[in-house]
């Protein structure tokens, strides 16, 4: 009887555990409250940015909201133009339906 509660006991701990690891946290935020992805810019255009990230994973793809806002590396508002191909930056955006949709984007100092 003992073995079987300590079993029993043991494997609720380990569930808990399993189930508490697996909640998004503060790092590690869920796409579709806020994320941000760090890379190099493969290709901007007035609607899209594709977003080269490290080695393996491929390019990612964000759609530019209506209102998406441009930072200098210290935080300066600057114009869209700015921004080039194989810059470094840091992307905000959010998950929609299969999308992600970016709403600020930062450059990053070399």
Do not use: W
Not at 29 to 55: C, F, H, R, S, W
Not at 57 to 86: C, R
């Amino acid at each position: 009887m003992k073995k079987t509660l300590f079993a029993i006991t043991g494997a609720v701990i380990v569930a808990s555990g399993i189930i508490a690891y697996a909640q998004p946290t503060s790092n590690s935020p869920d796409p579709a409250a806020g994320a941000e992805m760090t890379g190099t810019i493969k290709q901007y255009t007035a609607n899209t940015l594709v977003l080269e990230t490290l080695a393996p994973n491929e390019p990612v793809q964000f759609k530019l909201a209506k209102n998406i806002a441009y930072a200098d590396a210290d935080g300066k508002t600057i114009e869209a133009p700015a921004l080039t191909t194989n810059q470094k930056v840091r992307v905000h955006y959010t998950k929609v339906g299969g999308d992600n949709v970016a709403d600020k984007v930062t450059l990053i100092k070399d």
